[in-house]
């Protein structure tokens, strides 16, 4: 499939697919799976294939380091070690109140 064709497919849509990251982390082909079942493709095993992920070339630059590692939920909550005080109120100043549709708790008090 063209990528016009998926991104026509995607944006012109009237319904949504909410996909938290702890599911993808915890149980990435079910929940590929339901991704590209939303989409009406079929997920190929390849996406899921560490091999595949370590032979791509972004593998090689720092910041995909971890592509060709296997998917694991490792980095859920790392945020709360990374970002300062500051970093994470301005964060959820902006995004807070989504977070908190999505069910989220937020770190800083209201």
Known sequence: MRSDDLRQRCFCSHSTLNSHYESLVTAPEEELRDIMRSLDLSLDERQLSLE???????????????????????????????????????????????????GYDLATPK
């Open 52 to 102: 595949r992920r370590a032979d791509d070339p972004r593998a090689q630059a720092d910041k995909f380091a971890r592509l060709g590692e296997a998917i694991d939920a490792s980095s859920q909550g790392r945020w709360r070690e990374e970002l300062d005080r500051p970093e994470v109120q301005a964060f959820e100043g902006i995004a807070g109140q989504q977070l908190e549709a999505l």
